[in-house]
C-alpha cells in the first residue's frame, strides 16, 4: 500500500470540523484512505455507508432517523452525490449536534467531484465543512514512498490511478484506462447527473486530448460534434467538474500587454491522455508529436497538486506568444515564473526573460526531465522535478 499523504490532514479536518468532504474521481482511491485512516488514527467509533449499494441506501429511506443513530460516532458515507437531499439534514444535525457539544468529527462525505456534491454541500453547509481532494498518485508521494525504484516515466506514461499505476504489465495498464474511459461515459456521468450521449461525450473527450496543453475554440469543437459553442462548454464543465480535465486560467495581474484570455487545457491524468490518444507504449510516445505537450501537463498537475492553498497558478501570455507555462503567486508577494521543458539540455527564449519582467517574476526556474539543480542564463535555474516538489512541498 503506497501512502497517500492525505492521512495528517484527513485527521486534522476530522478533529476541528463536524464535516469533512473527501472529492476526487472514481477509482482513485478516496474509499481505501478513508477507512484505513479513520480506523488507524481516529478516536471516534466509525461506520459506514456506500450508497451504490442498494441495501445502504435503503437504509437512508428514513434518512432522519438512521442517522441520529451514530451520535458521538463518526459516519463515513460513500457516493454521497447519490442523495443529494442528505445534505440539508445534515445541517440541522450538524447544528443540534455542536449545541449538546459535538463539535467535530460527525460525518466524513466521499464524492466521486460531482457537481452536485459541490453545490449542495457549498449551500447547506457552508461553515460546517471542509473539502480535500485526492489526486491520482503524484510523483512525490511516490518518490517519498519508494525513492530507489521510483520511475518517473513509469508515472508519466501510465498515469497516476492506482489500478493503472500499479497493473502487473502495459497491457493490463492499457486495458484498465479503456475500461475506466467507457464505464465513465456510459455510467458514471450520466450516474452523477449530466445527460449527456455516451458517445458524443466520449467523441468530445478524445477530441479535447488534441488540445491538451492549448486553447480550445469552443466554436470548432462545437461544428466538428455538431453542437453549439455553448453545449461545447457545457461538456468541458462536465469533465473539469469530474476532474479529468484541469483548465488552466490566464494571468490576471496588470500589465499594458494584450493578452490570451481564454484557459489552457489539460488532461488530468497523462495516462487517460495517452489512451485517448491511441498511445499504446513509451517509445511510441517519445517520438509522438504530443511528447512535448504531455510533459508539460504531466509536470503541471505534480506541480498544482503538490501547492498549499497560500499559492495561486496560473499562465501567462501575450497575443505576441510571449509566454510562461506556469507562474505560481504565493505569501510575501512572490511571482514564480515556470518554464517546462522534456529536454536533458534546456534552452531558454528570449521572450520567455520578457514574460517574466512583464510579471515581475521574483523567482524563474526551468522543470527539466533530468535531475541536477544549476543556475543557466539570467538568475533562472534549472531544476529536476522533484527537487522542485519537495521546495513548494516545504
Same mark, same amino acid.
Given at each position: &500500500?503506497?501512502? $497517500?499523504?492525505?492521512? #495528517?490532514?484527513?485527521?486534522?479536518?476530522? *478533529?476541528?470540523?463536524?464535516?469533512?468532504?473527501?472529492?476526487?474521481?472514481?477509482?482513485?482511491?478516496?474509499?481505501?484512505?478513508?477507512? !484505513?485512516?479513520? !480506523?488507524?488514527?481516529?478516536?471516534?467509533?466509525?461506520?459506514?455507508?456506500?450508497?451504490?449499494?442498494? *441495501?445502504?441506501? +435503503?437504509?437512508?429511506?428514513?434518512?432522519? *432517523?438512521?442517522?441520529?443513530?451514530?451520535? #458521538?460516532?463518526?459516519?463515513?458515507?460513500?457516493?454521497?452525490?447519490?442523495?443529494?437531499?442528505?445534505?440539508?439534514?445534515?445541517?440541522?444535525?450538524? =447544528?443540534? /449536534?455542536? /449545541? %449538546?457539544?459535538?463539535?467535530?468529527? !460527525?460525518?466524513?462525505?466521499?464524492?466521486?467531484?460531482?457537481?452536485?456534491?459541490?453545490?449542495?454541500?457549498?449551500?447547506?453547509?457552508?461553515? /460546517?465543512?471542509?473539502?480535500?481532494?485526492?489526486?491520482?498518485?503524484?510523483?512525490?508521494?511516490?518518490?517519498? +514512498?519508494?525513492?530507489?525504484?521510483?520511475?518517473? =516515466?513509469?508515472?508519466?506514461?501510465?498515469?497516476?490511478?492506482?489500478?493503472?499505476?500499479?497493473?502487473?504489465?502495459?497491457?493490463?495498464? !492499457?486495458?484498465?484506462? #479503456?475500461?475506466?474511459?467507457?464505464?465513465?461515459?456510459?455510467? =458514471?456521468?450520466?450516474?452523477?447527473?449530466?445527460? @449527456?450521449?455516451?458517445?458524443?461525450?466520449?467523441?468530445?473527450? *478524445?477530441?479535447?486530448?488534441?488540445?491538451?496543453?492549448?486553447?480550445? @475554440?469552443?466554436?470548432?469543437?462545437?461544428?466538428?460534434?455538431? @453542437?453549439?459553442?455553448?453545449?461545447?462548454? +457545457?461538456?468541458?464543465?462536465?469533465?473539469?467538474?469530474?476532474? &479529468?480535465?484541469?483548465?488552466?486560467?490566464?494571468?490576471?495581474?496588470?500589465?499594458?500587454?494584450?493578452?490570451?484570455?481564454?484557459?489552457?487545457?489539460?488532461?488530468?491524468?497523462?495516462?487517460?491522455?495517452?489512451?485517448?490518444?491511441?498511445?499504446?507504449?513509451?517509445?511510441?510516445?517519445?517520438?509522438?508529436?504530443?511528447?512535448?505537450?504531455?510533459?508539460?501537463?504531466?509536470?503541471?498537475? #505534480?506541480?498544482?497538486?503538490?501547492?498549499?492553498?497560500?499559492?495561486?497558478?496560473?499562465?501567462? $501570455?501575450?497575443?505576441?506568444?510571449?509566454?510562461?507555462?506556469?507562474?505560481?503567486?504565493?505569501?510575501?508577494?512572490? @511571482?514564480? %515564473?515556470?518554464?517546462?521543458?522534456?529536454?536533458?539540455?534546456?534552452?531558454?527564449?528570449?521572450?520567455?526573460?520578457?514574460?517574466?519582467?512583464?510579471?515581475?517574476?521574483?523567482?524563474?526556474?526551468?522543470?527539466?526531465?533530468?535531475?541536477?539543480?544549476?543556475?543557466? %542564463?539570467?538568475?533562472?535555474?534549472?531544476?529536476?522535478?522533484?527537487?522542485?516538489?519537495?521546495?513548494?512541498?516545504?
Amino acid at each position: &500500500m503506497i501512502a $497517500r499523504g492525505l492521512e #495528517n490532514k484527513l485527521i486534522a479536518a476530522l *478533529s476541528n470540523m463536524p464535516v469533512v468532504a473527501l472529492v476526487g474521481p472514481r477509482q482513485v482511491g478516496k474509499t481505501t484512505l478513508a477507512l !484505513q485512516t479513520t !480506523q488507524k488514527h481516529f478516536p471516534k467509533e466509525s461506520f459506514y455507508l456506500d450508497l451504490e449499494l442498494e *441495501s445502504d441506501l +435503503s437504509k437512508l429511506s428514513d434518512a432522519e *432517523s438512521y442517522i441520529k443513530r451514530f451520535q #458521538n460516532q463518526l459516519l463515513i458515507i460513500d457516493e454521497v452525490q447519490l442523495k443529494p437531499d442528505l445534505f440539508r439534514l445534515l445541517r440541522g444535525l450538524v =447544528d443540534i /449536534r455542536k /449545541r %449538546a457539544g459535538e463539535k467535530a468529527g !460527525q460525518f466524513l462525505l466521499l464524492g466521486s467531484a460531482s457537481r452536485d456534491l459541490l453545490q449542495h454541500s457549498s449551500e447547506t453547509l457552508a461553515g /460546517r465543512i471542509r473539502y480535500l481532494e485526492l489526486s491520482p498518485f503524484n510523483s512525490l508521494e511516490l518518490y517519498k +514512498s519508494d525513492p530507489l525504484g521510483f520511475n518517473t =516515466d513509469k508515472l508519466w506514461f501510465r498515469g497516476g490511478f492506482p489500478d493503472s499505476f500499479l497493473a502487473v504489465n502495459e497491457d493490463e495498464s !492499457q486495458a484498465w484506462r #479503456n475500461d475506466f474511459i467507457s464505464t465513465y461515459v456510459e455510467r =458514471d456521468i450520466p450516474l452523477m447527473g449530466p445527460k @449527456v450521449s455516451p458517445t458524443r461525450m466520449k467523441r468530445f473527450w *478524445s477530441m479535447l486530448a488534441h488540445y491538451h496543453g492549448q486553447q480550445i @475554440v469552443l466554436s470548432a469543437l462545437g461544428k466538428s460534434l455538431e @453542437v453549439s459553442h455553448t453545449t461545447i462548454k +457545457s461538456y468541458l464543465d462536465i469533465l473539469t467538474d469530474f476532474y &479529468m480535465v484541469r483548465q488552466i486560467q490566464p494571468w490576471a495581474g496588470n500589465t499594458k500587454k494584450r493578452l490570451v484570455k481564454s484557459p489552457k487545457i489539460y488532461i488530468r491524468d497523462t495516462g487517460i491522455l495517452h489512451k485517448l490518444l491511441k498511445i499504446y507504449d513509451f517509445e511510441t510516445l517519445l517520438g509522438h508529436p504530443v511528447v512535448g505537450s504531455s510533459w508539460e501537463g504531466f509536470v503541471a498537475e #505534480n506541480i498544482i497538486v503538490n501547492l498549499s492553498d497560500k499559492w495561486e497558478y496560473s499562465y501567462y $501570455r501575450t497575443t505576441t506568444q510571449t509566454e510562461i507555462d506556469l507562474v505560481l503567486e504565493g505569501p510575501a508577494n512572490q @511571482v514564480w %515564473a515556470i518554464e517546462i521543458k522534456r529536454s536533458a539540455a534546456p534552452s531558454l527564449k528570449k521572450s520567455f526573460h520578457k514574460a517574466c519582467d512583464d510579471i515581475e517574476a521574483t523567482k524563474k526556474f526551468v522543470v527539466y526531465s533530468g535531475t541536477e539543480h544549476f543556475p543557466i %542564463a539570467k538568475d533562472t535555474e534549472a531544476i529536476g522535478l522533484i527537487d522542485f516538489l519537495k521546495i513548494i512541498a516545504e
